[in-house]
Every structure is written in structure tokens, then in C-alpha cells.
């Protein structure tokens, strides 16, 4: 039990009393993306190793006389690409390395463990450079981690280790030095802007709420993380789910809440478990709970898990699911700071607001206003994806242009793709091109292009993605995910949606597009949610940026990208055609024809575009032409 | 009819959670958990138990996608759709899928109950992309061929 700041000093001393202990720790990353490449595994491998080892201790104890070494599961290490990602953390430095299989792991104990040596091979390479140090790794170098300082660092889901890195310091601050007003002054002069996706001023949602008659009030924690192509708050609450629960305590002190909500998607389950584990902990020691080291603030911790529904995303959705209803969004005003869930004063902020709330409270508004830009100040996670050489999670202050983190971070296009955009905030973003890759990313600079900064997907895309497919493609998300309460959404959606698959199918005619342009506009001022009003934009973005696109695949039947099937024109190639007949035999509507032994012949007014005779030809004859 | 031992279940999982409107979501959840489906019988009872009418409980478990009054599968594949794992072609693993196990976008779960095929819109390993989910396991880099070999697997080890 924690009950007072001393016992949470005392404990902290002892936590870093053992943490000191080690010789040597063996970091394997437990993020969902090196989980599904084997790092399970492989931290099994490593504790039957060091349990088999004479002489080497796994847990700390006060007269062990021998080596020790801890194995631990860390949040996400960032390059996701290269898992299974292992640090070895010693005394005077720390290596990371890569792709880690089962059977290195003999080889590393060996030679990093109890040796000193570094294993070349299994280092990060980049561009015939090899690195050692995790913060020497450009991908990561350039890099500001506020919200992810922790994820790779030590056990995620041990709160020791979180309290001896010095967890729960900013929470101690808040709750014994500041008043509620100094917090919530605190948070607003920092600038902090919903990571959501809106880029509200969190400061100024706790004032109003903190100035509401109603008494009863609530903190919810929006983690339903629904666009795909992001899983930056999937990470965090993964990987440091402490943090997380920091930032919500000081926000639950600074409004006078005692109840908190957090709402996981369901398509997360790694969050949950680890968010549960860290509960359990924190009320085991009584830093959740009532009277909360020895004061007079109470509160509890709640876990909502979704259901699959991508518009429980949005504010009074996301409460009315909790309450047990359909999600729903409703009209505003009232705000979700006045009547939010079950109707009472609500603070609800993302997680990574939530994440940089204990930094903030720590160092000071002033430091927090030293990063990022004027209008946008502090960092930006953003899931680094697509096209491009290093996909991963990444932490960098806003205002950092695409090109920095396309070509420095992420390395540059993948297998000397060339770069045609940048799909950036989902389905309720759009897209960026060359002519805005040193536009600097912040709230207000990438609204102006068409665009949002969102809660911070960034998909790349090079040479081989349609973008009237990707348009398509979001169209039939938002479709799929309207929720039906209001028409324009309902509605217009499934009409975009209609026009789009028609061009896609080679049907469209050139007034499909203004009445696309038209629709697209209608539902943006007329929705009744921020989702419904976002849903247009990929769609309008797209339109802006990349008409030709939609013109060529409306007047010339033609897909540039090669992607969307009914443009393909399947030719067969006389050289390597032997006319065996094969084709002919497998095409389902008899538009191949010719004589055996002699070239074959693909009638295109019959051809479906299925591709069955290309998979089936034994000569690779079958080609589709430009 | 269903065995008695659902609402003994059911009662336990109601316990669990409190008998209060707002319980309706997270004990749908834990149901579906246990049988893989949400029998209807089970969600009118639950209704009963927990003060709401019937036909909230069924506007409300037709409104989320992840509940369903069908038996699913032992295996549910849930090939990711997101942008990323789109733009790196999920779609011709989720052919390669549904063509391997005779199944389409209108029948989603195998005749002898071992698999059902879903699509979701994201698994958040988007550094993996292609992905797919099978149970709570999360694929990686998914092709035609690694799905068609990992459903042998799969099938394989109901064999042994």
C-alpha cells in the first residue's frame, strides 16, 4: 500500500534500488506488431535461457551472488517493420537489435549478454551503415518522444519500474502542491490541443468543465482508436499504460471527478489487458481508489470495451455506448463540458492528450511551449505506413514537414517507389502531395491544403495505388460505418459511394464528377457529427489533386496505377504464347480463342477482367498492358 | 430451447457486471465470449434481468458489428482491410481465403462450424501490413499463400 508521498518516495527508492541491480536487461518489445512477428517467443526463449544459466539470477534478490538479469516486455519499440525487436540494456549502453529469431537468441546471451560483444548482423542497417544505439538510429534519432518516452524503455506492464523512472511524481505535484485551478492554468497556457483529430485546447475543455453548477462530474478517455491505418493509442495504452492513467488522474483532481471511463476498441485486445493489469495494480496499492494517498481525492477506474462501431469515435457517441445505447452521435450544443455522459459535465480528451498531461504538469508549460509551433505546440505521434522503407510508430514535435519524416525517419519510398501522396488522417482526411511535402504539419497549416492532421495515420503512396480507388475505398468505410442517424451522411455517403464504384468499374461519364464535387459539399456542411462532416474529405481531396486521375479512368478506360480491374487490358504475348489452350479452357466467358499450337487471342469486348488466364498461364504469356 | 447451463452462465456474467441498463454492452460482450454467438433467447433474458425492454437489447446488439446472432466459427479470421494493409493488397488474401474454404460475402462460416471469415478495418500492426487476426493472434505480412498454409495448419491441428 502507497498511502501517503512518502511511502510513494520510499517506494520508489527500493523500485530503483532493483532496477540498479541488473547487470544486464534483455527489453523484447511486446508491441502488437512485434507480437505478431514471434517476440512472444522469443522472450520465453530468453527466460529458459537465463534460468538454465549457472549463476545468472532472473529476480532480485538482496544475496544473490551472481549475475542478474532481467527479461522484460516493453511497449512498442518503434520500427515495426524489423521485429521481433530485443534491446540489451547494460550498464554503460544499450543495443537494439532486429528481426530476432529464436535461434539468435543462444547467440545473444552468449556474446551481448554475458559477453561484450555486438552482433553485426542482427543491428539496424541503413544505407550500408550499421547502428548500435537505439537513439543513434536515424529512424529514431530524429525523433521527440514525449507521449511514447516511455514504450520500449522498460516493462510495460510493471508498475515499479514505472514508479522508479519516476511515475507518478507529476501526479504527487498536482495533487499536493497545485491547487485545481493552478492544474487546469497549467494545461491551457501549455497550449495542448486535442490529438483526436479536432485540436481543441484541452486546457480550456477542463476550465468548462471545471466551471459547470453540476458537482458530479466524469474524465473519459476516448481510445477508440477507429481510423484505419492508425494505432498510435493503441501503442500507448499498450505500451505505457501508467501514463495513461497519470494524465487522467491529474485531469479527475484538477475537475473534481471521481469516476473515469476509458473506452478501448474491441479490435484492441492487448490494451485492454494490459490497461486491466494496470488497474488491478494501481487499486492493490491503493493509488487508485478513495482517499488516494491520504487526501481527500477519490476515484475509480473504469474499462469500456467497444463493439465495433467506427462512429463511437466521436464524443457523444462514444458516451451514449457507455451508458449501454446505441452509439449515437447527437445535435449539439449541449457540449459533452456540460451534459456528457449520463448527462454530466465531461472531460473527454484522447489518449495521447491524456499521455502528455503528466509532462506538462512536471516541467511546465513554458518547456511544453518550447516544442512544435506557435499554434500547435508539443509532439504528434503518427503511424508511419504504406509505401515507404520504415513503417513504424513515430513521436515528432508538430511542425515537422512530411519531407523530414518521409525521407529522414522513414527512410524514403520502398523498393525506389516514387512518391505521389501521402494519405493523412483517415477517413475524415486527405491527401498531401509534392508540392506539400514542406508544408509543416501542425493543425492549422495542413487544414489549409485540404487536410488534417487528425489523430495522426500517415499511409504513403507511390506509383501503384489509384487514388479514385482510394476514394472509393474510404467512401465505402464511412458508408459502411454511417451510423444512420442523419441524412446527409446516410444518404450521401451511399451516393458518393455509388459514383465512385462506377467509375471505378470503367462506367463513369464526366458529370459523375460534379455531381461527386456537389454531394461531396452538401454532406460537409450539412452532417450532424464531425465524422459525417469529414467523411467528404478524402473525397473532395482527391478530386482537387489528382483529376486527371478520375478523367483518364472516366474518357480513356485507363488506370494508371493498374489497380482497379475493370481498366486491366489482358493481352497475350506471341513470343512466349505456346497455344496450349489452357487459357481458353479457364476463361469463364469464352473470350479467348485460337488454334493449338498457335498464338491465342483475348477478345477484349467479352473479357471480364477476372484474371483467371494470367494466374493459370504456364509462360507467364498473359501480361496487362499499359 | 436452450440448456439451463446459458442461464446459469448468463446469471453469473449478469452478477459480474451489476444489474443496470448501462451493464448491457460488456455483458453482450462476455456472452458472445463464451459461445462465440449471442443467442437470442439469452439477450431477451438478459433484458429481464437487467431492467430494459427487449427491443433496446436488440436495438442496441444490431447496432455494433461485432455482435451477432449467428454461431461463428472456432477460427475467426478477421483479414484487415485498413488503409495500410489496402494499399499492401489484403483483398487477394481474403480471395485466397474465402476461396480455400468455399466461403463469400454472403456465407461466412464453414458448414462443419471450424471457421468464420470477417473482414475488420483495422488490427493496428499497420507496420506489418498486410495483417490478419485469427482468434486474438495477430498475423503478419500476410500473401495468399501463407493464409492457404496457415488454414492447413489450422485444420491439421483439429486432425491430430
Not at chain 2, 457486471?17 to 433474458?45: A, C, F, N, V, W
Not at chain 2, 482468434?135 to 485444420?155: G, W
Amino acid at each position: 500500500m502507497i498511502e501517503s508521498r512518502e511511502a510513494l518516495h520510499q517506494t520508489r527508492e527500493e523500485a530503483k534500488k532493483v532496477l540498479d541491480s541488473y547487470d544486464c536487461r534483455i527489453l523484447v518489445c511486446s508491441g502488437t506488431g512485434c507480437i505478431a512477428t514471434g517476440s512472444e517467443k522469443i522472450y520465453e526463449k530468453f527466460v529458459e535461457i537465463c534460468k538454465d544459466a549457472p549463476g545468472i539470477f532472473l529476480e532480485f534478490a538482496p544475496h544473490d551472488t551472481g549475475e542478474h538479469v532481467g527479461v522484460k516486455k516493453t511497449g512498442c519499440q518503434g520500427i515495426c517493420e524489423l521485429g521481433p525487436l530485443v534491446r540489451i540494456q547494460k550498464k554503460d549502453k544499450v543495443i537494439q537489435y532486429t528481426k530476432v529469431q529464436e535461434d539468435d537468441c543462444a547467440e545473444i546471451f552468449e556474446r551481448s549478454v554475458l559477453g561484450d560483444e555486438v552482433i553485426e548482423s542482427l543491428l539496424y542497417k541503413q544505407k550500408g551503415i550499421s547502428y548500435q544505439a537505439p537513439e543513434e538510429i536515424p529512424f529514431i534519432a530524429k525523433q521527440t518522444r514525449i507521449a511514447l518516452a516511455n514504450c520500449g524503455k522498460f516493462d510495460a506492464e510493471s508498475l515499479s519500474e514505472y514508479i522508479a523512472s519516476g511515475g507518478f511524481t507529476a501526479f504527487t505535484k498536482a495533487l499536493f502542491e497545485m491547487t485545481e485551478d493552478e492544474i487546469i492554468e497549467e494545461v491551457d497556457r501549455s497550449g495542448l490541443r486535442g490529438r483526436g483529430g479536432g485540436g481543441f485546447p484541452a486546457g480550456k475543455k477542463w476550465k468548462q468543465v471545471a466551471r459547470q453548477k453540476e458537482t458530479v462530474r466524469y474524465v473519459v478517455c476516448n481510445g477508440d482508436e477507429g481510423d484505419p491505418g492508425a494505432f498510435m493509442d493503441g501503442s500507448v495504452m499498450e505500451g505505457d499504460p501508467y501514463r495513461l492513467i497519470e494524465g487522467m488522474m491529474i485531469a479527475a483532481y484538477a475537475v473534481k471527478a471521481s469516476d473515469g471511463y476509458i473506452y478501448v476498441r474491441a479490435e484492441y485486445p492487448m490494451s485492454v489487458k494490459r490497461l486491466r493489469h494496470a488497474i488491478a495494480e494501481l487499486e492493490r496499492c491503493g493509488l487508485l481508489g478513495d482517499h488516494i494517498m491520504g487526501s481527500d481525492f477519490c476515484f475509480h477506474l473504469h474499462i469500456n470495451r467497444g463493439a465495433g462501431a467506427f462512429v463511437c469515435g466521436e464524443g457523444s457517441a462514444l458516451t451514449a455506448s457507455i451508458e449501454g445505447n446505441r452509439g449515437m452521435p447527437r445535435v449539439k450544443p449541449p457540449r459533452t463540458v456540460e451534459k456528457g455522459l449520463w448527462e454530466k459535465p465531461t472531460v473527454l480528451n484522447n489518449v495521447e492528450t491524456f499521455a502528455n498531461v503528466p509532462q506538462i504538469i512536471l516541467n511546465g508549460a513554458d518547456w511544453y511551449r518550447s516544442i512544435g509551433t506557435v499554434g500547435s505546440p508539443g509532439t504528434k505521434t503518427f503511424s508511419l505506413t504504406g509505401a515507404i522503407e520504415n513503417t513504424g510508430l513515430i513521436e515528432v514535435p508538430m511542425g515537422t514537414t512530411l519531407r523530414e519524416i518521409i525521407f529522414d525517419i522513414g527512410g524514403g519510398m520502398k523498393d525506389g517507389g516514387t512518391f505521389k501522396a501521402v494519405q493523412i488522417g483517415g477517413p475524415s482526411g486527405g491527401c498531401l502531395t509534392e508540392e506539400h511535402l514542406d508544408v509543416p504539419l501542425d493543425f492549422d497549416s495542413v487544414k489549409k491544403y485540404g487536410a488534417i492532421v487528425g489523430s495522426g495515420g500517415l499511409v504513403v503512396m507511390d506509383e501503384h495505388t489509384c487514388m479514385v480507388e482510394v476514394a472509393r475505398f474510404f467512401m465505402s468505410f464511412t458508408q459502411r460505418e454511417s451510423c444512420g442517424k442523419c441524412v446527409p451522411c446516410r444518404e450521401g455517403t451511399k451516393r458518393m459511394l455509388e459514383i465512385l464504384e462506377k467509375i471505378v468499374a470503367g462506367k463513369g461519364e464526366l458529370s459523375d464528377l460534379d455531381r461527386l464535387q456537389e454531394l461531396a459539399e452538401m454532406v460537409k456542411s450539412m452532417a450532424l457529427c464531425g465524422l459525417g462532416k469529414s467523411a467528404p474529405l478524402p473525397v473532395l481531396s482527391t478530386l482537387k489533386l489528382f483529376r486527371s486521375e478520375y478523367e483518364e479512368h472516366i474518357t480513356q478506360h485507363r488506370c494508371r496505377a493498374k489497380v482497379c480491374e475493370a481498366m486491366k487490358r489482358y493481352v497475350i504475348n506471341p513470343e512466349f504464347c505456346r497455344g496450349c489452350s489452357k487459357c481458353a479452357k479457364n476463361c469463364p466467358v469464352g473470350a479467348i480463342s485460337g488454334q493449338i499450337k498457335k498464338c491465342y487471342h483475348i477478345n477484349p469486348d467479352i473479357c471480364i477482367h477476372c484474371g483467371a488466364c494470367k494466374d493459370n498461364c504456364a509462360f507467364d504469356a498473359i501480361y496487362i498492358e499499359d | 430451447m436452450l440448456d439451463q447451463s446459458y442461464y446459469q452462465k448468463a446469471d453469473e456474467i449478469i452478477a459480474s457486471h451489476g444489474r443496470k441498463s448501462s451493464s448491457l454492452i460488456p455483458i453482450m460482450q462476455d456472452i458472445q465470449e463464451e459461445y462465440r454467438y449471442l443467442p437470442g433467447e439469452l439477450l431477451t433474458y438478459v433484458a429481464g434481468q437487467i431492467g430494459v425492454t427487449e427491443a433496446k437489447a436488440y436495438s442496441v446488439a444490431t447496432f455494433y458489428e461485432n455482435f451477432s446472432f449467428e454461431a461463428k466459427g472456432k477460427y475467426v479470421i478477421k483479414v484487415c482491410d485498413g488503409t495500410a494493409c489496402h494499399v499492401r493488397k489484403s483483398m487477394p488474401v481474403l480471395d485466397a481465403i474465402n476461396k480455400k474454404l468455399g466461403l463469400s460475402k454472403n456465407r461466412k462460416t464453414t458448414s462443419d462450424m471450424l471457421f468464420t471469415v470477417e473482414t475488420v478495418s483495422c488490427l493496428g500492426a499497420c507496420g506489418l501490413a498486410p495483417t490478419m487476426m485469427v482468434n486474438d493472434e495477430v498475423y503478419p505480412r500476410m500473401t495468399p499463400e501463407a493464409a492457404e498454409a496457415l488454414i492447413d495448419r489450422l485444420k491439421g491441428g483439429e486432425g491430430a
